[in-house]
């Protein structure tokens, strides 16, 4: 679902899915920008996240995080915040 809405948005940088960086393979990303966006469901552990986090940050990106649900129940609000993520430095 995020995927069609990235990629038929209006936003300015292409992004990639299952793209790796290092040793991770991050959800989504947009290299241009070095932004990760990486979806959590009940699976995700916060010391894992943590631990991957800093080594997406070693290699430069900026991790963003959204719940699945959000995805499914405010598409439209995770598109704005990535927006403004991608817009940001």
Known sequence: MLWRALRGSALPYRFRRQHPIG??????ACPARK????LD???HAVVTDAART??????????IRFWNNDILENL???M???????ESR
Request: aromatic letters at 6%; a neutral charge; glycine letters at 18%.
């Open 54 to 63: 800093a080594e997406l940050a070693a290699h430069g990106y900026r991790v």
């Open 41 to 43: 469901g009940g699976q």
């Open 80 to 86: 704005e915040a990535i927006g403004r993520a991608v």
């Open 76 to 78: 439209g609000g995770v």
């Open 23 to 28: 040793r991770r393979i991050a959800d989504f």
């Open 35 to 38: 932004l990760v966006i990486e």
